[in-house]
Nanobody, 124 residues
Framework: QVQLVESGGGLVQAGGSLRLSCAASGGTFSTYTMGWFRRAPGKEREFVGG????????YYADSVKGRFTISINNAKNTVYLQMNTLKPEDTAVYYCAAARTVALVREIRAYDYWGQGTQVTVSS
């Protein structure tokens, strides 16, 4: 059973930056695809970006491409989401998720394990 714990959320002004962390335990990190999702108030959960647990190139939703960066530290079984040039519309609960596949999946249903989420609030 994989357990995921996010941290790093908070309140930031528009244009600012935050880095979220997701620490994984209980599984073989390199065999998963790790994803970040978010759910804004009144909206459905949406894909933000992902990366293979073994590393390599990350992939992103168009809405965050060029502003967000996903990286991974295999030694720590931790995946990061660096968020720059934040906008009020980035306000959401951000979730880390793990999929038992090495495919670069975006669909919520493809992910098997989820963290509890961390709140990110961007003020204008």
């Amino acid at each position: 059973q994989v357990q995921l714990v996010e941290s790093g959320g908070g309140l930031v002004q528009a244009g600012g930056s935050l880095r979220l962390s997701c620490a994984a335990s209980g599984g073989t990190f390199s065999t998963y695809t790790m994803g970040w999702f978010r759910r804004a108030p009144g909206k459905e959960r949406e894909f933000v970006g992902g990366i293979r647990g073994s590393g390599g190139m990350a992939y992103y939703a168009d809405s965050v491409k060029g502003r967000f960066t996903i990286s991974i530290n295999n030694a720590k079984n931790t995946v990061y989401l660096q968020m720059n040039t934040l906008k009020p519309e980035d306000t959401a609960v951000y979730y880390c998720a793990a999929a038992r596949t090495v495919a670069l999946v975006r669909e919520i249903r493809a992910y098997d394990y989820w963290g509890q989420g961390t709140q990110v609030t961007v003020s204008s």
